[in-house]
Nanobody, 119 residues
Framework: VQLQASGGGEVQTGGSLRLSCAAS????????MGWFRQAPGKEREFVSS????????YYADSVKGRFTISRDSAENTVFLQMNSLKPEDTAVYYC?????????????WGQGTQVTVSS
């Protein structure tokens, strides 16, 4: 399985970006896709995830109300709409895929896409 993330870039504080991640094969209803991020000098952290079948979503407290995760089952693609971006959102964002814990257990990781928020 390969995960191809795109949509990163540089924006100013308060701006928006939309990340996309396409899986190389079909995602079944039991699957969970999501996003992690890693800022320079910091540990990788959970951002958001979505259960493929139920569309139930999960968010880190730091992004609740600003980020929205969604998915297109026909395209095997997950999206992360990021609004009201802050400098502390600057990080490499990684797409993930798993079947277990929606916060911690993921079997496949994408290559990462850089998001930079300037003040």
């Amino acid at each position: 399985v390969q995960l191809q993330a795109s949509g990163g870039g540089e924006v100013q504080t308060g701006g928006s970006l939309r990340l996309s991640c396409a899986a190389s094969r079909r995602i079944y209803s039991s699957g969970i896709m999501g996003w992690f991020r890693q800022a320079p000098g910091k540990e990788r952290e959970f951002v958001s995830s979505i259960r493929w079948g139920t569309r139930r979503t999960y968010y880190a407290d730091s992004v609740k109300g600003r980020f929205t995760i969604s998915r297109d089952s026909a395209e095997n693609t997950v999206f992360l709409q990021m609004n009201s971006l802050k400098p502390e959102d600057t990080a490499v964002y990684y797409c993930v895929w798993g079947y277990k814990n929606p916060y911690t257990e993921f079997d496949y990781w994408g290559q990462g896409t850089q998001v930079t928020v300037s003040s």
